[in-house]
């Protein structure tokens, strides 16, 4: 006979908060909790990457203001695929809609020299100085060191487990994306 599914929350779960935890979807308490747990790691580690990027380089960023998860996200979008970005372009591929927090990570970017803007038209485009392009490689080149040979014993090295996490992920995202538009209307 198989076995049903409790409708009580199992006290064993790894969760954030107890009281949100649904009877028809406990597990999904522990995706949230995996998710906090992993997004400040993973905020974690970007800061202390590009700091040590940023001190082998040598550079002063902001008059030695630290960049923080937001400037580094930023830095690396505007950075990719080596073209000029719009404001509206790198929110969105964050994910971001406040565009303020973003226009002052890129200001900050821009004051450090890492990031310039042009005009056209009336949009401004941004695109990565040469010391912000060295910077993204040293950064790259300390994640290599430290973060990338962790990841082979996690498949064996075929990159198809954590493929599907990011499949996973990038669903999780929509329906959380989905749920906010919908908690708007209630």
Request: hydrophobic share 45%.
């Given at each position: 006979m198989a076995q049903e599914k409790s409708k009580t929350p199992d006290a064993k779960r790894i969760v954030s908060s107890s009281h949100l935890v649904s009877e028809n979807a406990a597990e999904l308490s522990?995706?949230?909790y995996g998710l906090i747990v992993a997004w400040n790691a993973f905020g974690k580690w970007m800061v202390k990457a590009m700091a040590t990027a940023?001190?082998?380089?040598?550079?002063?960023?902001?008059?030695g203001t630290d960049l923080n998860v937001l400037d580094i996200?930023?830095?690396?979008?505007?950075?990719?695929?080596?073209?000029?970005?719009?404001?509206?372009?790198i929110c969105f591929k964050l994910n971001v809609d406040d565009s303020h927090t973003v226009n002052y990570a890129l200001k900050?970017?821009?004051?450090?020299?890492?990031?310039?803007s042009e005009k056209h038209g009336k949009e401004v485009l941004y695109a990565t100085t040469d010391m912000g392009i060295e910077l993204?490689?040293?950064?790259?080149?300390?994640?290599e060191a430290c973060l990338v040979d962790g990841f082979m014993p996690f498949d064996g090295g075929s990159g198809a487990e954590l493929g599907e996490v990011a499949r996973q992920l990038r669903l999780l995202s929509g329906l959380y994306d989905q749920a906010a538009r919908s908690a708007t209307n209630l």
């Open positions: 522990e995706v949230e940023v001190a082998e380089a040598g550079i002063s960023v902001s008059g996200l930023c830095l690396h979008s505007v950075n990719h695929r080596a073209r000029p970005k719009k404001l509206a372009d900050k970017l821009i004051k450090a020299g890492l990031v310039s993204c490689l040293r950064y790259r080149a300390v994640r």
